[in-house]
């Protein structure tokens, strides 16, 4: 029987086989960590270096359990063990990336203690006389422990492609219906003809606003605030305004009253023609007052309907909910043996390395617990 069974060899489930070599990964694919080696563009941003406080508005979820995990294991230590572990780390701005410059050092530094992996698909899972039973489409395996860190739903090509929801049902645990998270988000109206075009911007529904870098895209935008921002779309359309410049017009036209507006305002031509239609092209003198606050409607507060593009998605929101783990030791609350660890979980993060970060954090303080009580 196996003493440790790690049900995913993706970013988490690597982390967790690379503190706790005996145990052995249950992977479906040929090869473990495919969506690991096309993080940060295959530069992969392992982790974000920044105090705990600082990170902590990145995180999506339940403030206690985040708040308990990230100072359980600090990117410090994160950054300690890859380098441990031959990974030199590079700061920009924050945001870490192996010296290498390839994603592939970090998978393969993750596996060089070249792990017992089993090839197969968890299919169903449960526990009977203290074993749990997984049950592959090749036969069952028989284990003390598991650890689920099967992902979520996002990019399913690379393997995550929801099964360890259902396998966390099997065993009673409540997932919270998955949505797409760090998505592209498509826009009616669309501002297709400014296709290409990049600038910040700032994305509010309600009381929620997030502003940085987007490109304009066919369907809608693209870049960090639109993937930042899906996720409080809940995967729905909603209602939502950009900001596109928060210049006033009226000041504009005692400076350059003489100016067309579309060369005037200090967002890209091709968008402001996009936006302003025919009143980008009159001088700003000559704007009627109607003109003039149809102009700002269309640039400061501008009504879209917006959807994330499910098929962009980065990551999941939502997973199985924290209030069945224990933040201290990753165990099920009412199935001792079982840990979740990585994107499974109800908890999401922004773009820049502090997914990978999460990985990093559960796996450790998974594998951590189990040392401990198992005496290995
Ligand atoms: C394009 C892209 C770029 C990204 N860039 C970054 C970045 O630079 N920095 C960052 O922090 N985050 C980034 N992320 C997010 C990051 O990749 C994830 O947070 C991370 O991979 C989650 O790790 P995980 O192990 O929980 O899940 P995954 O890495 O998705 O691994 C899950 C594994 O479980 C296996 N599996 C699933 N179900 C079963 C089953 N039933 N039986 C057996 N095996 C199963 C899958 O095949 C897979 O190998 C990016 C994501 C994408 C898609």
Redesign the pocket.
Known sequence: MIGTLI?????????ASSLLPDATI????ED?????L????G??????NAAVPELLPHYHGSLPFIRKVLYSYPPDRNIDHFRRLGIEPVDENG?I?PLSGD?HSVRDALMSHRPAIIH????SIGKHDGIFIVS?EKGSIEAERIII????N??PH???????Y??ARMLGHTVIAPSPA?AALSLEPSLGKAEGVSLDITIAMGKTAVTGSAVITRRGISGPVAEDFSRFLNGRKERITISFSDEDIHTLREKHGASLLKNAIHIPPRLATALLGSIGEKRIANLSKAEEREAEGKLHRHPFLASPIASS???TRGGVSTAEINADTMESRSVSGLYF?????DVD?D?????????AA??AIATESISGSSGL
Do not use: P
Not at 26 to 29: D, I, T
Not at 341 to 345: E, L, M, P, S, T
């Open positions: 049900i995913g060899g993706g970013a988490a489930g690597l982390y249950l992977e479906q694919n473990c960590g495919r969506k690991l096309l993080t940060g563009g530069r992969c941003n392992y982790a974000h945001k990336f994603s197969g698909r968890a299919v592959t860190a099967a992902g979520g996002a990019y690379t393997g995550s492609d929801g099964s360890g259902a396998l760090l998605a980065m990551s660890i990585g994107d499974i979980i993060a773009c820049g390395g502090y997914s990978l970060g999460w990985a559960t796996a």
